[in-house]
């Protein structure tokens, strides 16, 4: 057979011996060619006559031939290699060519012709023989095909291509050949080990070549590039001396693919690889500075999209020891004073520290030296310079710094090129500090040319490009200062339907365009636009989603505090459906942005017994990814960035499946609304056994609304309170309590007394004649009190009139004589809490009690021992009941008392945290039990928690809205009434019984 395999034997004669043996099968192992650093074997076997079968003779001629015209032509070939003689190769070309129409298809030496003539062909192509490199390849292609994986010949088959695919690719630079080129390594590297032949001759020679060619090719942000350099890395394992140029690479492509579209994989991607990069490159290595630099560029870009603090603090100190390493006279001082400058500049727009604007400037102004007039990099440095003057001006209100920041912009636009593919950015960037300038000083024709520049640098930006967000950003701003000033309504117009395009532009993180719909709702809400119940639905959506992304309960909060007023947010949408009358809508918006945090933590702990009845498959994937999901959370805390990094590319990744399953099962019939925010019709259930009041705290009105048990919702005015009364009074409550606390049993509590009554007259008694006369709801009925803002620290249920009947019968009603009062955090979570009351298990009773807390966590408290004895007297003698106490009362043994009882005392120290509500704990003998490790517990058969403990229910002063607290912690652990204290005192109760 004609096969090519490796070399048998080490061949000990000359070339010119083995000429003179011509007419003899040989075996040819030839030197390197020129430009191919391997060399190849091929091999002409003896073909013997096949006597005593039919056709033999004819058929034992015919492969005699083949053979005798394959030697000859392996013998031209090898003069060829040493004389150069075009005419030698031209012949062997004829005889592989002679061999090739000998051997059909079918022909067992098909591939072997195929791979003579085409071995033969590509000597000419690398010779500037004019052959044509596409039929060569085209044979290889052919032979290949013939030879499978497992054919013996399958590994030098792709070295073949290979070396033509390189040859190809010298003639035309296209990716595609190093596309194909790349992937035949990949498949042979894995059958070809180190020591084999073909490693020998030269394979990773060709790789290495091709791979360098990969790592200098133009930033490509296309998949295809991408992918190409992706498959480059695969290739360069750790070691490989091309591993850094080759993550460099993919690194630039993914950075300038997000852009152009914006896409935090790309991003996140990025870094991972730039972090790689910075560990393969310690301190004293010629390129430390460039990828410091390029690291601390893609951490500013992602705190830009997701902004968490920790990625501005680390690019700044990445981009300072960058810095160092660039001293006064580097070449590339001046970029690294400008990175600098940069991401000062971002985080002072954060949070407005003026050394972080005022050394940006400096920064800017020192870099600007370094590149004078004729520099073809000025234009860049210019137009910061300008950035960073126009945010010191808006601080500090210099109007001689945004003044020079025009004559900068109109400089750095006068050199740029119009082609240039950043010019769009000096547009919008010009026209915002003119529409500052106009703010200032009234110049129509600074707005003018503003709104004209704008919509300049839209017309050259691609529908989702991401820089199109800062054109709509820029844009609002000035119609809305020309709006301020002129009161044209089409200026309005103009400006609300930018702030729609700006807080909808996919590409954007969620952070941006939470705050562009948050300055939408001022500005609607300012104006009395019409668009404002629509902006506050947009904003409560973007927010959900962006707290959503966050991987821990920590982090969640952190990115709830994160906006200023994002905290208001919940009831400032329920007060302005409220004054459009639409009071349903009212109820809906207040339950979405409420309890976020519990919501979006309740919703990987859905039931899904339904859906396991109308799909099982979809209810076990959730469940698996649910599991996943709470598992992950807190993994992104790592102090390794770059597996802190990883934790939180894998948790988006899980949350991306999470969100695809969801929507497919919604796609179910019944199943249209699951995990969405829930519509008044559905809320309205949690009236079911008494209407649920929802106070309405809200710096535009102060209202209530009353769900009953069916048909619409009622409006209750408070007309003579206003949000700032409500503040004070949370705040004289707060006193009165405090002092009535310090006095003897038998002293009158006077000023509590006198807030109590402000508390009946001004708000509980509107509601109570809405109660009595629109509903007509019976005395001793319940309701359930659920309160927002300001409300959720006012004892409601104590509002007392302290007053006599008119006619002198007796103490007018308080509220608590003429119903029973509960509170509820939220409406789902009464209807959540119902529905897991359906599950009946044997009841069991745990009292605990700790009595001497560890240190550090409060003082004795002795009277805790007795408190547990008088509880056990109350409980009946058929329910098991436990006591928990002293040295049992710790983390641990409370934590699994309440996983596996059904009620539960508790009688001990209770704190509060105000500045980390999530580290709020119960005290016990040897370390506290927090609302954390309560949010991590389950308890699915608990019913009932008496906190016998000081403020278990008070709530973040931050974020009211969210009921961060040890009762609602109780409640998220599967408690269906739970009965906390809002001071040291006070107690309120949220249950359903």
Same mark, same amino acid.
């Given at each position: 057979m004609l096969g090519n395999g490796e070399v048998i034997g080490k061949l000990q004669t000359s070339w010119d011996e083995l000429l003179d043996h011509a007419d003899e099968p040989f075996e040819l192992s030839f030197p390197p060619v020129r430009g191919v650093n391997s060399s190849v074997t091929l091999k002409a076997a003896v073909i013997h006559a096949c006597d005593n079968q039919d056709r033999a003779p004819?058929?034992?001629?015919?492969?005699?031939?083949? !053979?005798?015209?394959?030697?000859?032509?392996?013998? *031209?070939? !090898?003069?060829?290699?040493?004389?150069?003689?075009?005419?030698?190769?031209?012949?062997?070309?004829?005889?592989?060519?002679?061999?090739?129409?000998? =051997?059909?298809?079918?022909?067992?030496?098909?591939?072997?012709?195929?791979?003579?003539?085409?071995? !033969?062909?590509?000597?000419?192509?690398?010779?500037?023989?004019?052959?044509?490199?596409?039929?060569?390849?085209?044979?290889?292609?052919?032979?290949?095909?013939? *030879?499978?994986? @497992?054919?013996?010949?399958?590994?030098?088959?792709?070295?073949?291509?290979?070396?033509?695919?390189?040859?190809?690719?010298?003639?035309? *630079?296209?990716?595609?050949?190093?596309?194909?080129?790349?992937?035949? =390594? =990949?498949?042979?590297?894995?059958? =070809?080990?180190?020591?084999?032949?073909?490693?020998?001759? @030269?394979?990773?020679?060709?790789i290495d070549y091709m791979i360098n060619e990969c790592n200098h090719l133009p930033i490509d942000a296309l998949y295809e590039g991408i992918h190409l350099q992706q498959v480059v890395l695969e290739l360069c394992p750790l070691g490989h001396r091309h591993r850094t140029t080759a993550l460099d690479k993919l690194s630039r492509d993914l950075r300038a693919r997000y852009e152009q579209h914006g896409s935090i994989d790309d991003l996140e991607e990025s870094i991972q690889l730039r972090r790689e990069i910075v560990s393969l490159c310690p301190e004293g290595h010629f390129d430390r500075s460039a990828y410091l630099n390029n690291l601390a560029y893609s951490l500013e870009s992602r705190f830009d999209h997701q902004g968490k603090s920790h990625d501005i603090d680390e690019a700044i100190s990445l981009h300072e020891e960058a810095l160092l390493l660039r001293p006064v006279g580097h070449i590339y001082r001046d970029f690294s004073l400008g990175n600098l400058g940069g991401a000062l500049r971002t985080r002072f727009n954060k949070w407005g520290d003026v050394d972080d604007i005022n050394r940006a400037v400096s920064l800017y102004r020192e870099a600007l030296t370094l590149r004078p007039p004729g520099n073809p990099r000025r234009d860049t440095m210019l137009n910061n310079l300008a950035l960073a003057l126009n945010n010191r001006c808006d601080k500090l209100h210099d109007i001689e710094d945004l003044n020079e920041a025009i004559d900068l912009c109109r400089e750095s636009l006068r050199l740029t090129r119009g082609d240039h593919p950043a010019s769009h950015r000096i547009l919008f960037n010009l026209s915002s500090a003119l529409c500052s300038r106009f703010t200032r000083t009234g110049k129509n024709k600074d707005v003018e040319e503003a709104i004209r520049l704008c919509q300049e640098s839209l017309v050259v930006l691609p529908s989702l490009h991401p820089d199109r967000y800062s054109s709509y950003k820029w844009l609002q701003e000035s119609y809305m200062s020309r709006y301020r000033v002129q009161h044209d309504p089409d200026d309005l117009s103009f400006a609300v339907e930018n702030f729609r395009l700006a807080s909808g532009h996919p590409t954007q993180g969620f952070p941006r365009r939470v705050q562009a719909a948050l300055n939408r709702v001022d500005e609607a809400e300012d104006h009395q636009h019409d668009s404002a119940l629509e902006a506050y639905q947009t904003c409560l959506e973007l927010f959900d989603n962006h707290v959503m992304t966050r991987s821990s309960i920590i982090s969640r909060r952190e990115a709830a505090t994160a906006f200023r007023r994002a905290q208001s947010l919940p009831v400032d949408a329920a007060s302005c459906a409220v004054r459009s009358n639409d009071l349903q809508r009212a109820v809906e918006l207040v339950e979405h942005g409420r309890g976020q945090q519990w919501s979006l933590a309740s919703r990987l702990r859905t039931p899904l017994e339904d859906l396991k009845s109308a799909s099982p498959q979809l209810a076990q994937t959730l469940a698996e990814l649910s599991k996943r999901l709470s598992d992950a959370q807190g993994s992104t805390g790592s102090a390794d960035k770059a597996a802190a990094d990883q934790a939180a590319i894998n948790y988006m990744k899980l949350t991306r499946q999470w969100e695809a399953t969801v929507a497919e099962i919604r796609n179910l019939q019944g199943f249209s609304r699951f995990l969405l925010p829930p519509s008044y019709k559905d809320l309205q259930a949690a009236a079911c056994h008494g209407p649920v009041i929802i106070l309405i705290a809200s710096k535009y009105s102060c209202n209530a609304i009353v769900v009953p048990t069916s048909g619409q919702p009622h409006h209750v005015r408070f007309p003579r309170i206003t949000f700032a009364d409500l503040e004070q009074l949370k705040d004289d409550f707060a006193t009165a309590i405090r002092h009535a606390a310090r006095m003897h049993p038998q002293e009158p509590r006077k000023k509590l007394r006198v807030r109590l009554r402000i508390l009946w007259d001004e708000i509980m008694l509107p509601i109570v004649n809405v109660l009595q006369h629109d509903l007509k709801l019976q005395h001793k009925s319940r309701i359930w009190l659920c309160p927002t803002a300001a409300f959720t620290s006012i004892p409601l249920h104590a509002a007392n009139p302290f007053r006599m009947n008119t006619d002198c019968s007796g103490k007018e009603s308080c509220l608590e004589d003429l119903y029973i009062c509960s509170y509820t955090p939220t409406l789902s979570a009464l209807i959540r809490a119902r529905q897991a009351m359906k599950m009946r298990v044997t009841p069991s009773f745990a009292a605990i009690g700790q009595s001497e807390p560890g240190a550090g966590q409060g003082d004795m408290l002795p009277a805790v021992d007795n408190e547990l004895e008088l509880v056990q007297t109350l409980v009946p003698p058929n329910i098991k009941f436990t006591n928990i106490s002293k040295d049992e009362a710790t983390q641990a043994g409370a934590l699994n008392a309440l996983q596996c009882n059904t009620w539960v005392h508790l009688a001990c120290h209770g704190k509060q945290d105000l500045e980390q509500p999530y580290n709020s704990y119960f005290a016990m003998r040897d370390k506290p039990v927090t609302l954390l490790d309560i949010m991590e517990n389950n308890s699915p058969q608990a019913e009932f928690a008496f906190l016998s403990a000081c403020h278990t229910a008070v709530g973040d002063e931050e974020t009211p809205d969210e009921a961060i607290h040890l009762a609602a912690g109780l409640q998220f652990l599967g408690f269906k009434s739970v009965v906390g204290t809002l001071w040291g005192s006070m107690t309120l109760s949220q249950n359903t019984s």
């Open positions: 004819i058929d034992s001629l015919i492969d005699r031939e083949i !053979a005798r015209e394959t030697d000859a032509g392996h013998v *031209r070939l !090898a003069r060829y290699m040493i004389h150069k003689r075009v005419s030698q190769l031209n012949d062997a070309v004829e005889r592989f060519q002679l061999v090739l129409d000998r =051997c059909p298809v079918d022909h067992p030496d098909h591939a072997a012709a195929l791979t003579n003539l085409a071995w !033969a062909r590509l000597q000419g192509y690398i010779q500037k023989n004019p052959q044509d490199i596409d039929a060569i390849t085209s044979l290889f292609r052919e032979a290949l095909e013939l *030879r499978p994986q @497992g054919h013996p010949d399958h590994a030098l088959s792709l070295y073949h291509l290979i070396v033509a695919l390189k040859w190809r690719w010298s003639k035309e *630079r296209a990716t595609v050949y190093i596309h194909e080129f790349l992937q035949l =390594c =990949c498949k042979l590297l894995p059958i =070809c080990p180190e020591a084999s032949y073909l490693r020998s001759i @030269g394979v990773d020679s060709e």
